[in-house]
């Protein structure tokens, strides 16, 4: 019997992400009682009736996988289509590309280190053809600060305008995610998914 339950958006990825865990593990219980039941001989009747019971068992276990894997495709769905009207999936992608221009400053800041050389101090550097360090030789060679310093103070204030705009879409996604979502599920599987009253 279905039952319709109203959660948030954020609260119904995790129910998704429940059955679908618990999907999972059904299907490697059938398969391995199928593909994977080994015995070293006859040990009797008792034996046999054993086996044919947990085939029994296995086999009633199929049609309850494929109501779960069923009602997460259904609840993936309605999200996709809750997250597409909330204007969540554009959001997201607004926040990866923020995130991406994010870890491109940091990694440009972080790699210029105090001990680069800027272009102008080239022609005081002494020239080194190579260094010797036991059976291993090598050029040896000078880091340069290729980036001018006006560029390394733009991209630090580009950083913390990034930062503060991602933060601020992360906020948007948390509260978009927050809208109740009624669906419509069997009883047992609200059940596995913990869901024993709805809200």
């Known amino acids: 019997m279905d039952k319709t ?5 954020n609260r119904w990825h995790k129910v998704a992400e429940r059955l679908s865990r618990r999907a999972k593990d059904i299907s490697e219980e059938v398969r391995a ?6 015995v070293m001989g006859h040990l009797g009747e008792d034996q046999q009736l054993r086996l044919k019971a947990e085939g029994k ?3 009633a276990l199929i049609p309850n996988l494929f109501d779960l894997q069923a009602t997460v495709a ?6 996709g289509s809750a997250n597409e009207a909330a204007g969540i999936s554009a959001n997201l992608a607004e926040l990866d590309m923020l995130n991406r221009q994010l870890r ?3 990694s440009l800041i ?23 360090r036991g059976l291993f030789t090598r050029p040896s060679t000078f ?6 310093d006006s560029a390394l103070e733009t991209y630090r204030q580009k950083l913390e305008s990034v930062r503060n705009e991602s933060f601020a879409v992360a906020d948007r996604i948390a509260a978009k995610n927050r809208e109740a979502l009624p669906l419509s599920i069997s009883e047992d599987v609200a059940r596995l998914a913990g869901l024993t009253v709805s809200p």
Not at 113 to 128: G, M, N, Q, T
């Open 5 to 9: 339950y109203r959660l948030t958006l």
């Open 33 to 38: 009682g199928f593909n994977q039941t080994k």
């Open 57 to 59: 068992r296995l086999a």
């Open 74 to 79: 259904q609840i993936r769905k309605a999200l």
């Open 104 to 106: 491109l400053m940091e």
């Open 110 to 132: 972080n790699g210029q280190e105090a001990e680069l050389v800027s272009i102008d101090e080239l022609p005081k550097l002494p020239v080194r053809v190579q260094e010797e």
């Open 143 to 148: 880091g340069v600060r290729v980036m001018p």
